[in-house]
């Protein structure tokens, strides 16, 4: 007859463990949308800058939810403006995107990596402007190019430049 009380108290404890929230997300809203660029802050941090020709510059941006909760889910869009032309950034050969679900003060962080380029050398992307677009968004925010020319990638007309995934910052 013990074996009816336990049976009750296992169905009991299972269905209790189904009810809990483990998605993980601090929000709690499993609902989330995507993050715009309306509804949080994007800002370039202290660039590694790369020197001179042939060395490699990292640029880190910033992303801090300033609204409801959302998601980063895929990558950064990054496009470099030369002003006469555009040529969009690729994603690190090798990089795995991570779903990051962001509620309202909590960060996340991405890294442009370039190599520099020879100032007047035809190969070279005169960089103006950096625009930044969140994944599943087309709204964009520019920033001013202050790192020098980027390097042409070796057989292809796009930047030797790459983002890496959104990163979690703090805990």
């Known amino acids: 007859m013990r074996a009816i009380p336990l049976t009750v ?11 809990c929230n483990n998605s993980g997300s601090k929000s709690g809203d499993k609902n989330s949308s995507g993050c715009e660029i309306g ?30 909760p959302c998601t980063l889910d895929k ?20 990089a795995k995107a991570q779903k990051l679900k962001l509620a309202k003060g909590d960060s996340a962080s991405f890294t442009i990596s370039y190599v520099r380029g020879a100032a007047g050398d035809k190969t ?3 960089v103006k402007t950096v625009k ?5 968004t087309t ?14 990638q070796s057989g292809t007309t ?3 430049a790459s983002v890496t995934a959104f990163q979690q910052v703090g805990d």
């Not at 108290?9 to 009810?19: D, G, K, R």
């Not at 202290?46 to 042939?54: D, E, L, R």
């Not at 930044?132 to 599943?136: A, N």
């Open 9 to 19: 108290t296992a169905l009991a404890a299972a269905l209790l463990l189904t009810a």
């Open 39 to 68: 509804g949080v802050s994007v800002q370039i941090g202290s660039a590694s800058v790369a020197p001179k020709a042939g060395d490699t510059g990292e640029i880190p941006v910033s992303i801090t939810n300033q609204s409801k």
């Open 75 to 94: 990558f950064a869009g990054v496009t470099l403006d030369t002003g006469s032309a555009k040529a969009d950034v690729p994603v690190l050969k090798g």
């Open 124 to 126: 070279s992307l005169d």
């Open 132 to 136: 930044i677009t969140l994944p599943g």
């Open 139 to 152: 709204a964009s925010r520019s920033f001013p190019w202050s790192y020098g020319p980027v390097a042409g």
């Open 158 to 160: 796009g930047p030797n």
